[in-house]
């Protein structure tokens, strides 16, 4: 993904992420995503199932590893308290 991209929405399985170039629909995009407050970025690979001209992608996370899947959980629910 290109630096700059921001994501405005994020879920246990996927998020939109706001972008001015557009990879196609079907496409498996790699998502190097920093959480608030961390210096580690954390990578994962994603599917392109959603794309909105002039805005951005949605994509569903695949293959996530274990450490991924805590970070992004740990995140989550720090948002929900």
């Keep these: 993904m290109p630096r700059g991209a921001f994501v405005s929405n994020l879920s246990s399985t996927g998020a939109f992420v706001r972008l001015e ?3 196609a629909r079907g496409r498996v995009v790699e998502l190097d995503l920093a959480f608030p407050g961390d210096v580690v970025h954390e990578t994962v690979n994603a599917f392109v199932v959603h794309v909105a001209p002039g805005r951005g992608i949605g994509v569903q996370f ?4 274990g450490a991924f899947k805590s970070r992004l959980e740990e995140y989550l629910a720090q948002l929900s308290r």
């Design 21 to 23: 170039t557009l990879p």
């Design 62 to 65: 695949i293959g996530a590893s």
